[in-house]
């Protein structure tokens, strides 16, 4: 069983920064990428943004390209995501999930994680 725990939302003005954590446990996380989603109310979950298990490789959504930044740390098994220039339509709940398959490309589609997070809360006011 994986453990996904996310932390690091919170209320802040537009163009602001915030730094979501993401700590798993009870794989080999290490050995997956990893993806941050997001869903804001009456919405559809959406991707954000994806690291590969070597954190070699990023990939964005084009919404959020340029101002936020996905990283890992493998011997914490954290990932984070750095947000910044933040917009009041970033607003959202945001989700930490690993992905389904070992090694390889992430995917940008819910169904390619298996292992989610309760999400963390991030508000940017105008």
């Known amino acids: 069983q994986v453990q996904v725990v996310e932390s690091g939302g919170g209320l802040v003005q537009a163009g602001g920064s915030l730094r979501l954590s993401c700590a798993a446990s009870g794989r080999t996380v290490s050995s997956y990428a990893m993806g941050w989603f997001r869903q804001a109310p009456g919405k559809e979950r959406e991707f954000v943004a994806a690291v590969t298990w070597s954190g070699s490789s990023t990939y964005y959504a084009d919404s959020v390209k340029g101002r936020f930044t996905i990283s890992r740390d493998n011997a914490k098994n954290t990932v984070y995501l750095q947000m910044n220039s933040l917009k009041p339509e970033d607003t959202a709940l945001y989700y930490c999930?690993?992905?389904?398959?070992?090694?390889?490309?992430?995917?940008?589609?819910?169904?390619?994680?298996?292992?989610w997070g309760q999400g963390t809360q991030v508000t940017v006011s105008s």
């Open positions: 999930a690993c992905e389904r398959r070992r090694g390889g490309a992430p995917g940008a589609t819910v169904s390619a994680y298996d292992y």
